[in-house]
């Protein structure tokens, strides 16, 4: 009987007191994907994360439509984040098509990116608490993250797929009176995230559910390849807008939050960290980017490429370091692209942290890792 | 604090942005092209030229990043060394391309580094290549490279996903299943050329 089962679904018997669960991938503690733990009373002793519910092959889509046409499908894996998600893939188109992008385009980008960095951790919040069982931790990131995506709004024209960064720049140029409306939002909203310590993070039941529980290690961080917030919440300073910069993360004063705990409490404190200091991040950009000047280069509807190629662009997303390896052989369309997502990556660690945990941290440990299960699968 | 944190990486001065290098297929050496090269990547691609000599390949040596080419036989020796005397100590991402063309599937690693602070902005790209075969069995026929699981324990899922959207099995590697597609899918590895989506 086992023989036939499919793998991952075949019960093995390792003992009377193991038992094999399934969570998900209809459960909503586990997001679109199956995690297949095996418990021994509360106690995992083995998981198998099966991610692949949500595989919409990205991949292979891009590799059937020119530069220009790829940008609105390939934001999909992360709507919540979509200027993040294009960010490496634009990067790369720029120099495979040998396009210069004018000053002011390249602060609106760092603007957008922020925004949404702080639009996807808003949300990934809210899902934290309600993971936790903690409603207004769902209610108030919720509500927060409307006033940002107003803001995205008025850039953009959408609300959250916003497709605005393209290959020589941004689509539109900001709205009249845009600055001034950004800054009083952003200061209004960091004034809010601030309120959130006295709800959530110093609330002592959060700390004794989250504190010491999937301990993740530094050598075990570096060897696990894990990127963005579970990294620096396990006491590696690695941020590239610091350390790799790009478009004019160079020109900005950037501080990198860094925590040696590595437990679920480090890994949900960071993020919440990483979005006041995007509101500093949006400040300085405000104040340094030029009044006025094109914001994109003109560009043809299906551009020429500069000959065969291969590029391999990183930005830092709202989960982390996001890759796009791009392979042109000089066609209009890309030969191959590749997305080494930050969510794939921390992935790796889920099975090293669950074992040992009780299976009631298991949310808390999950959702700590900054996954997002659509981005992984692409 | 860690201690990877003290310094910023002092490459960064006198390095100018060399053009991209046309040709996806390299044979010349690095030494051989005229533009002026950034003087930290060449020193990192001049040490794997002085230890391995013509086992390996400069594909392309440009800011921030190294890019190398070796066979199947010697990409683990090549790994081990990377790790252990250059100090990459992590892969981010592990991409496949199918050149039918040339009958071979690429399998292209991306390292970088987190405790070496001189490393932090330089991606080196690993680069090799398995026999393509035009009916493919995967697992069973003869695509297959070493896996550099036991090198880069971050490789692991790069490789299950290269292993499934390509067809390349990986020797060595502890756990050969499937990750993202259906346990039932038996039609061609789908980021192979020759499986086409419907309609175009």
């Not at chain 1, 995506?149 to 009176?177: W, Y």
């Not at chain 1, 590029?311 to 052989?329: A, F, H, N, P, Q």
């Not at chain 2, 794997?48 to 013509?54: A, M, N, R, S, V």
Request: proline residues 8%; glycine residues 6%; contains cysteine.
């Amino acid at each position: 009987m086992t023989d036939i089962m499919p793998p991952g679904l075949a019960l093995k018997k390792v003992d009377e007191r193991i038992m094999t669960l399934n969570v998900g991938p209809q459960h909503p503690g586990s997001g679109h994907m199956r995690i297949v733990v095996q418990i021994d009373g509360d106690y995992i002793v083995a998981c198998d994360p099966d991610p692949g519910y949500v595989h919409r092959g990205e991949e292979k889509m891009a590799e059937y439509r020119n530069y220009i046409t790829n940008v609105p499908h390939l934001e999909r894996p992360v709507i919540h984040d979509s200027c993040n998600v294009l960010y490496p893939y634009v990067l790369g188109a720029e120099e495979i098509l040998g396009i210069e992008v004018p000053e002011r385009a390249k602060y609106v980008r760092v603007i957008c990116s922020e925004l949404n960095r702080c639009i996807y951790t808003m949300y990934w919040l809210a899902i934290y608490g309600i993971f936790l069982g903690h409603s207004t931790m769902f209610m108030w990131p919720a509500g927060d993250r409307e006033l940002l995506i107003d803001l995205m709004e008025k850039v953009s024209g959408a609300r959250v797929t916003h497709a605005h960064f393209i290959p020589g720049g941004v689509r539109n140029d900001l709205p009249a009176n845009f600055e001034d409306v950004c800054l009083r939002q952003v200061n209004y909203f960091e004034k809010r995230i601030k309120e959130y310590a006295a709800v959530f993070y110093d609330n002592p039941i959060l700390i004794s559910r989250t504190q010491d529980t999937g301990v993740l290690s530094r050598e075990n961080a570096i060897r696990y390849g894990v990127t963005g917030s579970v990294l620096r919440a396990s006491g590696v300073d690695y941020d590239l807008r610091v350390k790799a910069p790009y478009d004019v993360y160079d020109e900005l004063d950037i501080h990198t939050n860094v925590m040696k705990e590595g437990d679920s409490y480090a890994r949900s404190r960071i993020p919440w960290l990483d979005m006041i200091e995007s509101c500093n991040i949006i400040r300085q950009a405000l104040q340094k980017m030029p009044k006025s000047g094109s914001v994109r280069a003109k560009l043809k509807p299906n551009p020429k490429t500069k000959g065969p190629a291969t590029v391999y662009k990183r930005v830092e997303s709202g989960r982390g370091s996001l890759g796009c390896y791009i392979v042109s052989d000089g066609k209009p369309e890309p030969y191959r692209v590749k997305m080494s997502v930050p969510s794939f990556r921390n992935l790796l660690a889920l099975p090293n942290l669950l074992i040992g945990e009780k299976l009631g941290n298991m949310p808390s440990v999950y959702w700590s890792l900054n996954y997002w299960p659509v981005e992984a699968d692409r | 604090m860690s201690s990877d944190s003290e310094k910023p990486a002092e490459v960064k001065s006198e390095e100018k942005p060399t053009p991209p290098k046309p040709a996806p297929k390299p044979a010349a050496k690095a030494e051989e092209k005229p533009v002026e090269l950034p003087a930290f990547e060449k020193g990192i691609s001049d040490k794997l030229i002085e230890k391995f000599g013509d086992k390996v390949d400069i594909d392309f040596v440009k800011e921030d990043r190294v890019g190398i080419r070796t066979s199947k036989e010697n990409v683990h020796d090549v790994a081990q060394f990377i790790r252990d005397d250059l100090h990459y100590d992590h892969a981010e991402s592990v991409s496949g391309v199918d050149f039918p063309a040339d009958n071979e599937i690429e399998v292209v690693y991306h390292l970088g580094s987190y405790t070496e602070s001189s490393l932090a902005k330089q991606v080196l790209t690993l680069t090799t290549r398995a026999p393509r075969e035009s009916n493919p069995i995967p697992g069973q026929d003869s695509t297959k490279l070493p896996s550099l699981r036991d090198v880069f324990y971050s490789v692991e899922f790069g490789e299950r996903e290269v292993f499934e959207m390509l067809g390349v099995y990986f020797d060595g590697h502890p756990d050969n299943r499937r990750l993202l597609l259906p346990e039932d899918w038996a039609d061609l590895p789908p980021l192979r050329k020759d499986f086409a989506i419907k309609g175009r």
